[in-house]
């Protein structure tokens, strides 16, 4: 399988779903936010986190800046 950052998997729904992302688990709120801008700025459309992580701050810092 050659995936791409645009490559998708479509769901039951209809909903087209990225097969790429990427991850902010065990990262501090200043690398999650680095890293999602670093993310969205090369292309990519999904971005895993959770409240559990701890780094919801840092996850919308960078979504805003990125």
């Known amino acids: 399988m050659n995936l791409?950052?645009?490559s998708t998997v479509t769901l039951n729904n209809g909903v087209k779903m990225p097969q790429?992302?990427?991850g902010v688990w065990k990262v501090n709120n200043s690398g999650a936010s680095q890293a999602v801008q670093w993310a969205l700025k090369h292309g990519y459309k999904a971005i895993d986190?959770?409240?559990q992580?701890?780094?919801e701050a840092?996850?919308?810092e960078g979504?805003?800046?990125g």
């Open 49 to 51: 986190t959770a409240k």
């Open 63 to 65: 979504l805003q800046k």
């Open 4 to 6: 791409k950052l645009d």
């Open 58 to 60: 840092g996850v919308g």
């Open 53 to 55: 992580y701890g780094n």
């Open 20 to 22: 790429l992302g990427m």
